[in-house]
């Protein structure tokens, strides 16, 4: 061939490949664009999530994703293959108890790495077999009849929370981080419940071995990579690139680790330990059934901390932050506990049962998770084989769905025209609004892989705020609207700085 055929057909064949390369590209957003193509959004979420992760990186996705509901409707596209629902009444469909749809690739980021392998977990695994053989042997451990048995656990930590801050803050008269205070205490509880033994954070009135800050960084890679699962594929669940890493626990789990193995040390089972807590009905349900991994105890005891401690703190921050900025319904709240005091009498720290025959605190405590859940972003399922129709629309099968809380909750048309408000009093009208209201509720998720902590958390909750009210007075120090009651460690303060003095 001579040489100028050779050239002009290498010239061909690299045109070629320069027109095939710049038009896959457009195919491929083309695609992206059509699948979806009747569900209204965004302009740039038609062919990209970067759109979606931006919004998690300015830490301010639940006011985008209400704000985009305001404009579309009740249906979004915030993906190219992604449709948020804000429609309370799809609640059942999208989170079946039966036939469950399954949870989409942003749960597995969250499933951490070891030596090259995926470590399967209760909350995030996106197998149900996985999720059947961890949950059967345990879910009676979480179930409202077992709750009053963990009392003791919760009532000793309030009893070491409130001798540090008598020691810390009303003794001295200092002003109080309280935010960070009820981190402390969320933190230690989930820790006194699990392995009868605290974290260690409000005695030390710190963040021991970093284990907060290392499980905030984790939440931050997660919920912003969870956005777009395939960086994590690329990057961390990257078999040969695991492998590189340094092996190595993180603090939280090396806090597990330490406290699992103390207790297979039989001088130590004989020694001490209430058999009471959940590691050590974790291990019966170990010894009953032979066929479950021995990783299972680790998943299960880290499923505790990682998905209860956050989540509890966030919602008494959420608490005590509405009930300071509204006033009056802390002195109605109050008021409520001093005829409690009067006339059934109320222990100290408050029983889970006296607590249960307070009506204006169930109000608060409903109306917290309610304004400010905890998890802020989708909860996230896949659109089973053969589609679906959610809102009037059809969906596609392999289409990622979910709704946000933030989103489901401002419903006005089942909460009222002040849903944006804090009125715990909604809670107190007629039973048939409360049911509708109850029914719309996804603070703890809902159907098949609802919480399974849910009890335990009110049970903390439930115990602490009204004991905390009973003992201690709060002048906030710091009150404006600008309050932020989201975890932030790269910001110095959560703003909640209160003074306590004890109540008469
Ligand atoms: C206020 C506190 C809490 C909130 C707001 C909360 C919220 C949630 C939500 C929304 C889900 C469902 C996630 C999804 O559908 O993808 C969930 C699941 C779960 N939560 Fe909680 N949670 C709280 C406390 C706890 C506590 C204290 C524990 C354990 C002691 C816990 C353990 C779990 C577990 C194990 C799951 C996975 C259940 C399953 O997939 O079967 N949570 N939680």
Redesign the pocket.
Known sequence: MALNELISTATGAGNHFLILASICPIIFLLHNWFKLRHIPGPFLAKFTNIPRLSWVWSRRAHDVHIALHKQHGDLVRMGPNMVSVGDPLEIDKI?KLREPLN?SDF?HVILPMSKGKVLPG??A?QDEGI?RML?KPIAST?SMTNLVSFEPFVDETIEVFFGQLDRRFVEGGRACDFGTWLQYFAFDV?GE??FSSRLGFLEGGRDIDNIMLDIWNWFEYVAVVGMMPWLDYLWVKNPIISRLRPAGYSPMVSFALKRQQERLEPLYIEKEVNNKD?LSRFIAAMEKDPSIPQWALLAWTS??IL???D??A??LRTIFKNLLQNPQTLERLRAELREASQTTGLSMPVTWKESQSLPYLDACVKEA?RIH???GLH??RVVPLGGMNVCGEYLREGTSVGMN?WVVHRNRAVFGEDADEWRPERWLGPEEQRKKMEASL?????G???????H??LL??YKLVPSLLQEYDLEPLSLDKTWRIENRWFVPQFGLNVKLKKAN
């Open positions: 989170y949870k749960y209760l909350f695994t999720h949950k979480y989930v419940l699990t959940f499923s505790n998905a209860g401690s989540t509890t966030i919602f998770g859940p905890p998890f909860l996230e809380a996804l603070t703890f998720g809902g098949h892989r609802t919480c399974l902590g849910k335990i958390s903390e909750i």
